[in-house]
């Protein structure tokens, strides 16, 4: 049947601003409609037409078979105006014309990707809509409506629409009726352009059987097409545009002007009706022209406003005044962000030349910047030096007179005033001169005063009585500068001889002698001699007897006491003989035990050997073997079974026995049995095999070692066995014998050989005796009725040959068919499709005789073949009435931002889903809902549906996080308890500082040692919902201050004395002086008059800062040996070689017998106590020695100044750092 396709459009434009006037061109012969003959695609409006076109038409041809060319297709282009915010809407109307009106019924339309033609697997009629802009981006299709039919579903696909339609009837049988009119949407993009509208229509592959293509295979039909376009239009209405003037980012503070390009009719999104607008506030602003009822609105201009920063304030890390050389750091309160008018960009800068500093601090390109820090540098004067007026070392009672290159201004480290000063102590002597407010000192002078030794002390290496030949050790006391009443003049001298003696110390010409010493030198007895009994060298295992010639005060070498001593092990012997204190030792009596020689080894040729063989035994010793035969050789040879030894002894005459071996001696095995598992006689092309009674050890006359051999020719064969022992057995042998065989014969048949049953042949044989058929017949014919292969064999002399086979062919009743349904249960108005496995000769119970029947109804049908005149037994289907299923749908709770898996539970599976909102088809769906929102589903199982089935989706509002921290402001080192208030059971949390720290657990405790404000972060979990909160600056560190001083000068020379002390501490603001005899004072540097100079004082320095953080610092004044030490405050025992304990460093000045340090934690807990001044606190705690947190202790140390006789107590506090 020859056909053509042709599909019309109607395209009805609306536009809300006006009416434009449209008309179509370019259909065939001029017209509106096209008629194919088979159907009519009509083109209505109740809309102007189109104008300002251009169209296009081509036409494609057809090959005679409806829908099944590759090259069917219909095209128009049509020119549309410029027109913005318009709805394109098609409407197609579908009216049956012609000899087949099959071809309109249930059509699906179906709208996707122009660019995706991938292969359909759908084979109902469908129209394809997809509309493009001119981006080629796709639009969206809305607004799908189809007429008529039944099950229709709409669903949304990205920017396409679906229309399905119901389902298809059988070839033949549609009507008229049965075409749909659709009607579609283009909604236009504002401002953009339409560019094309394509539409292509699918044929149903079901209504063409009589096609030459098959749908099945890779040359399925191409689709038919109407393109529309391009298409190009604009909205009149004009959409104004904003201009700002000046820059629409800009600080707090400052505005925009906003111009619209309409002088009038301008609405603003903030309300203004004026053409500009001046804004000061961030935000998105919009305006919007209303002209003939329709407005445009410009596209949104963004206004950022960026915060001023707060005006930054300087701080200094000391005084901004002070002398040449020094130096102040400058710190302003914004962290980042800053210039300073210097030019640096940190936020601290150290400063050592005079001016006045300020700092600019910016962010987003908004600044502000500081008052002014002046700092003032003072000149210092020329360092001062001393003049000795002679040797600065001399002896006690000597003098130096040192004199300053100052002429005025001088201030000496003893506290004299003058240029010159005469000093007879030792010590180091320092002049300052001050001018202005720098002082500056001189390079120390060293005094050394030189001082007569003590005597020095003798002591004894051990006792100063002793035997002949023996001495001591004498050692003076003094390292150096010693003379020996001998004349020696080490420290140490050894003597042997009696006398006294005594040891002189001379240093820098004066010297002391020590008390006499007296050494006493006793005789020695006689020597003892040691006599043996027996020889003194024998074999391991045997002794000797030794005898000293002293009967008394015999002490042996191995301890023993008694006169004998009796020994079996090889060594050296003494005996020594006391008396008096004194002894003396025998000659050494050497004792030697030989050793056993090394047990022999047996090497056998072999352990194993087949009778009358013999085998060689080998010694592993070259000479002196006994055999257990009694052989001397170093081989011997047997033959018999049993156990042989071999034993060898060496020079000393010690014996050593070897383990000893078995031979086995096994007789010559029987010989083998040779079986046949058939006769041995037998034709050509016939076998037997012949199988030996050993499974191992065989060896043929073949060659072959296997225990069974197949032979084919005559023959004697043998056959020779090796047993487990590798001995042979005699020979066993076997003769065959093979007789030729006779001709094959033929077959001849009386008639054909394929027939119907109840049908027979007659097969004759060639040969006219000797026959036996395969049935087992032995005549020369057989008449045979069955299907089935025949042959016949002729046997002589034992032998035979059979004929080729003769196949004989008997047609039977045809099989009987089975039946496949589309579906087993219907549905209210469904129908199934029967198909029987027949493809032709089918008869069904309804009388219809095609491969393929259709039923609406439930009930029993049955299809039978028939095939060579032979019919098949009926085959039955049952198709009962469909039951709809029912489903079941879950409900979650979720946090916000999280996504829900909802899970459809159908009551049977195997069925199709639908999901709304969405229009999703799977039996889950996953989804992100802002809100609570609930979902439903309905679900088809064989056409029919359940009852809609709803679940809920609860949207949590997550977690409120919350936290505290017990110290928020404090000195570095300060530690912080971070404690979650987070209402709920939180977990998961992890903290996060400014400085990068995260910490672990919902409670954490961390010490800040860098100054400095810090962000302090908690993130963590609530019933599975995330939540984070942050504090900026939640902690602020203030530097700890340093207390420190020295004094001017340094112990008491006069009575009585002004003392100036020189404050040295850092990061302090506020200073408070103890000066031990009840006087204070809160000035920087002071100086203090102590009348009383003959004892003592203890003065201290508590430094404080501003955030109130202290700092003390101890210094003992004294008159001589002052007393002198440094008590730390922060020490670090994390493991490396540098300040690992805490403990005072004593310069001079303390007993080291009266000292006592203890360390108590915060809550006034003693955790460690030291009675030694070199044993330092190491940070831990207890007698397994665990280590203490991150933190500040404070301890009580107590010593005594011996020269003094004054007992100091300190306390303070110091810092542990890991």
């Keep these: 049947m020859k056909f053509l396709f042709s599909l019309f459009l109607f395209l009805l434009f609306y536009n809300t601003i006006y009416a434009q006037t449209f008309s179509w061109s370019g259909f065939p012969n001029g017209g509106t409609s096209y008629t194919t003959g088979i159907m009519t695609a009509t083109i209505t409006s109740t809309s102007p037409g189109f104008q300002n076109g251009t169209p296009r038409f081509i036409a494609g041809t057809t090959n005679g078979n409806a829908f099944c060319s590759l090259a069917n297709s219909l095209e128009l282009e049509q020119m549309f105006g410029n027109i913005t915010n318009a709805q394109v809407t098609l409407t197609l109307d579908f009216t049956a014309g012609g000899t087949t009106s099959g071809l309109c019924g249930n059509i699906t339309f179906k709208i996707k990707d122009i660019n995706s033609d991938e292969p359909y697997q759908t084979f109902a009629d469908w129209v394809e809509v997809n509309a493009i802009d001119g981006n080629n981006a796709a639009i969206a299709v809305a607004n799908v409506t189809a007429a008529g039919g039944t099950n229709k579903t709409i669903t949304t696909n990205g920017n396409t629409r679906i229309v399905k339609g119901h389902s298809n009837s059988a070839y033949g049988s549609r009507s008229s009726t049965a075409c749909d009119d659709v009607t579609f949407t283009i909604n236009a993009p504002a401002g953009g352009t339409l560019k094309r509208v394509i539409l292509k229509y699918h044929p149903d592959y079901t209504t063409c059987p009589s096609c030459y293509y098959n749908f099945t295979g890779p040359n399925r039909p191409a689709y038919q097409y109407i393109s ?246 004498l050692t003076s006391s003094a390292a150096t500068a010693n003379t020996w009443s001998t004349g020696a003049t080490t420290q140490s001298i050894t003597v042997s001889a009696s006398g006294t003696y005594s040891v002189t110390v001379g240093t820098t010409g004066c010297s002391a002698t020590s008390a006499t010493i007296t050494v006493s030198v006793n005789s020695n007895p006689p020597t003892p001699t040691v006599t043996p009994s027996d020889p003194i060298t024998f074999c391991v295992g045997d002794s000797v007897v030794l005898t000293s010639n002293a009967t008394s005060g015999n002490i042996w070498s191995n301890g023993a006491t008694t006169q004998s001593i009796v020994v079996s092990t090889a060594g050296t012997y003494s005996v020594t003989v006391g008396a008096s204190g004194c002894s003396a030792t025998s000659n050494n009596v050497i004792v030697t035990t030989n050793s056993i020689p090394p047990t022999p080894t047996i090497t056998a040729s072999q352990t194993s050997l087949c009778i009358p063989q013999s085998v060689t035994l080998t010694s592993s010793a070259t000479s002196g073997n006994i055999w257990s035969t009694g052989a001397t050789s170093n081989s011997i040879s047997v033959s018999t079974s049993g156990t042989y030894s071999v034993s060898t002894t060496d020079a000393n005459g010690c014996i050593s026995a070897s383990a000893s071996v078995t031979i086995n001696a096994s007789p010559q095995p029987n010989a083998p049995t040779i079986t046949a598992n058939g006769p041995t006689t037998f034709c050509t092309g016939g076998s037997v095999t012949l199988t030996s009674s050993q499974a191992t050890g065989n060896t043929w006359s073949t060659g072959a070692a296997t225990q069974t051999i197949v032979v084919t020719t005559s023959g004697t064969y043998t056959l020779t066995y090796i047993d487990a022992n590798g001995c042979t057995s005699a020979i066993a042998s076997q003769t065959v014998s093979v007789n030729s065989n006779p001709a094959v014969p033929t077959i001849t048949a009386s008639g054909p050989t394929t027939f119907c049953t109840n049908g027979s042949v007659t097969l004759s044989s060639s040969a006219t005796s000797g026959n036996t058929w395969s049935t087992g017949a032995t005549t020369q014919s057989i008449t045979v009725s069955t299907a089935g292969t025949y042959s016949v064999t002729v046997g002589a002399t034992g032998c035979s040959a059979t004929s080729n086979t003769i196949t004989v062919t008997v047609n039977q009743n045809p099989a009987t068919p089975t039946i496949t349904a589309s579906q087993l249960t219907l549905c209210s108005g469904q129908t199934a499709t029967l198909t029987s496995n027949a493809s032709s000769g089918n008869t069904w119970s309804t009388g219809e005789t095609t491969q393929v029947i259709t039923v609406s109804t439930p009930g029993t049908y049955s299809v039978s073949t028939s095939s060579n005149g032979c019919n098949s037994v009926n085959a039955t289907v049952t198709i009962t009435a469909g039951i709809a299923p029912s489903v079941n749908l879950n409900s979650v709770t979720i946090c916000q931002g999280q996504t829900a898996t909802l899970t459809a539970t159908p009551s049977v599976t195997g069925g199709t889903y639908l999901w709304s909102p969405g229009g999703n088809t799977n039996a889950s769906i996953n989804v992100s809902p802002t809100t609570t929102t609930n979902y439903s589903v309905v679900y088809t199982l064989n056409g029919c549906s359940s009852a809609t089935s709803t679940g809920t989706i609860t949207v949590s509002i997550g977690n409120n996080v919350t936290f505290s921290a017990n110290n928020l402001t404090g000195c570095a080192p300060l530690t912080v308890n971070l404690s979650n208030l987070t209402p709920g059971s939180p977990s998961n949390c992890l903290w996060t500082l400014g400085n990068g720290v995260t910490l672990n657990g919902c409670d954490a405790t961390y010490t800040f040692t860098t100054p400095g404000c810090y962000d302090v972060t908690l993130s963590n979990t609530v019933g599975g919902c995330s939540g984070t909160q942050t504090i900026a600056d939640y902690i602020c560190v203030t530097a700890s201050p340093n207390a420190s001083f020295s004094m001017n000068p ?59 953080c202290l700092d003390i610092f101890s210094v003992s004044l004294g008159s001589t040996d002052g007393l002198v030490y440094y008590i730390p405050n922060t020490f670090t025992p994390d493991g490396d070689e540098n300040n690992q304990t805490f403990q005072p460093v004593f310069t001079s000045g303390y007993d080291p017998y009266n000292f006592q340090m203890l360390i108590f934690n915060r809550w006034g807990e003693l955790i460690f106590e030291s009675f030694d001044a070199l044993q330092g606190w190491d940070g831990t705690y207890g007698l397994k020695g665990k280590p203490v947190q991150d933190g500040i202790y404070t301890y009580k140390i107590v010593f005594k100044n011996p020269k003094l006789d004054d007992r100091i107590t300190v306390s303070g506090h110091v810092t542990l750092i890991r």
């Excluded at 022209?289 to 963004?302: F, P, Q």
């Excluded at 030019?343 to 400063?351: D, K, P, Y």
């Excluded at 001393?386 to 006690?396: E, K, Y």
């Excluded at 501490?1065 to 000035?1083: H, Q």
């Design 228 to 473: 529309i376009g391009p298409i190009s239009y604009t909205n009149s209405s004009t959409t104004p545009t904003i201009s700002a003037i000046g820059p629409t980012t800009f600080c707090s503070g400052g505005s925009v002007t906003l111009t619209s390009s309409a002088a009038t009719g301008n609405t603003w999104s903030n309300g203004a009706t004026t053409q500009s607008i001046t804004v000061s506030t961030a935000g998105n602003y919009t305006v919007s022209v209303n002209s003939g009822g329709c407005t445009g609105t410009s596209a949104a201009t963004v206004v950022t406003v960026n915060p001023a920063p707060s005006t930054p304030t300087i701080s200094t890390s000391g005084p901004t005044t002070f002398c040449s050389g020094g130096s102040v750091t400058l710190t302003s309160s914004a962290a980042t962000g800053n210039t300073w008018s210097t030019g640096a960009t940190t936020q601290s800068i150290t400063v050592s030349t005079a001016g006045t500093y300020t700092v600019t601090a910016g962010t987003a390109g908004c600044t502000a910047t500081s008052a002014g820090t002046t700092v003032t540098i003072n000149p210092t004067p020329s360092t001062p030096t001393i003049a000795a007026s002679g040797p600065t070392t001399f002896c006690a009672g000597g003098s130096v007179v040192l004199t300053s290159s100052a002429s005025t201004g001088n201030t000496w480290s003893t506290g004299e005033t003058t240029q010159s000063i005469t000093v007879s102590t030792a010590g180091s002597y320092t002049v300052s001169v001050n001018s202005g407010a720098c002082p500056v000192t001189s390079t120390p002078t060293i005094v050394t005063v030189n001082s007569t030794p003590s005597a020095p002390t003798i002591s004894a290496s051990g006792p100063l009585t002793f035997c002949s030949g023996g001495s001591v050790t």
């Design 1050 to 1108: 340094s112990v008491f020379s006069t009575s009585p004395q002004n003392i100036n002390f020189i404050n040295n501490s850092s990061n302090a603001t506020s200073y408070e002086w103890d000066f031990g005899d009840g006087s204070t004072s809160i000035l920087a540097n002071p100086s203090h008059i102590y009348t009383n100079t003959e004892t003592g004082y203890t003065v201290t320095l508590t430094a404080t800062n501003a955030a109130g």
